[in-house]
C-alpha cells in the first residue's frame, strides 16, 4: 500500500466565511459531504487531532510548522472495538497523556467512551458536526464548512496539499487574512479550553 505522505494545511474560522466560500465556487465545483464526528481534545497538546469518524479512530499528528502551514501526517485509522495496545501506545501517548489501566482486550466505541475517556478528565469529549463544501483546486484540496462544536456554530476555510507552495498560493489567490488555526486549537478556542 502506497505511504500517506503529510499534507500541509492552512486553516481560517470565522462566524460567516460566505465570500470565501463564493470564491471558491469561482474557481470549481464543489462536492457536499454531511458527517457526525467526535473529537478527542486533549489539555496537554494542541499537536494531536483525535477524531472518530465512521466507526473508526482517526489520529493525526503536527509533524511540523513552517512559513505559516501546519504540516499534518496520518498515523492511525483502527476501527472498533478497539484493541488494547492501541489505546496504550497510540492513542493515549499522542494525547499527551500516560494510558489508563485497560481491563478488557478490545474495547467498543461505547466501552470506549464510557470506560476510558470519561475517566480521563484532561481529555474532552467534543461532538461536532459538519456540512463541507469540498475542492478540487489545482495541486490542492479545499475546503468550506459549516460547523458546530458541542452545539456552537463556526465556520472555517481550508485548503491542504503535499505541496506547501501550492497552498500559499492559494491562500494569496483567495485574499486570506486570518492567522492558521487547526481544528484542535479551533475547538479549543471555541469551547474555551486550555492549551497545552
Keep these: 500500500m502506497e505511504e500517506i505522505r503529510p499534507r500541509y494545511e492552512f486553516r481560517i474560522w470565522g462566524e460567516s466565511l460566505a465570500a470565501t466560500r463564493k470564491t471558491l465556487e469561482r474557481l470549481a465545483p464543489p462536492t457536499r459531504t454531511t458527517s457526525h464526528e467526535t473529537y478527542l481534545i486533549s489539555e496537554m497538546t494542541d499537536k494531536c487531532n483525535t477524531k472518530i469518524r465512521g466507526g473508526l479512530m482517526d489520529i493525526k499528528i ?49 466501552e470506549f467512551l464510557e470506560d476510558v475517556v470519561r475517566a480521563e478528565p484532561r481529555i474532552t469529549i467534543v461532538d461536532v458536526s459538519k456540512t463541507r463544501c469540498q475542492f478540487d483546486i489545482g495541486a490542492c ?5 459549516q460547523v458546530t462544536f458541542n452545539g456552537l456554530p463556526r465556520e472555517t476555510v481550508a485548503m491542504e496539499s503535499v505541496d506547501p507552495e501550492a497552498v500559499l498560493r492559494l491562500v494569496r489567490q483567495l485574499n486570506i487574512r486570518g492567522a492558521n488555526t487547526s481544528y484542535v486549537r479551533g475547538i479549543k478556542r471555541v469551547l474555551g479550553l486550555s492549551t497545552g
Design 62 to 110: 503536527l509533524v511540523e510548522e513552517s512559513c505559516g502551514l501546519e504540516q499534518w501526517k496520518p498515523i492511525l485509522k483502527a476501527p472498533f472495538p478497539l484493541e488494547r495496545s492501541v489505546i496504550a501506545t497510540q492513542v493515549f501517548p499522542n494525547l499527551g497523556l500516560s494510558p489508563p489501566t485497560l481491563e478488557r482486550s478490545a474495547y467498543t466505541l461505547s
Design 141 to 145: 484540496a479545499a475546503e468550506y464548512a
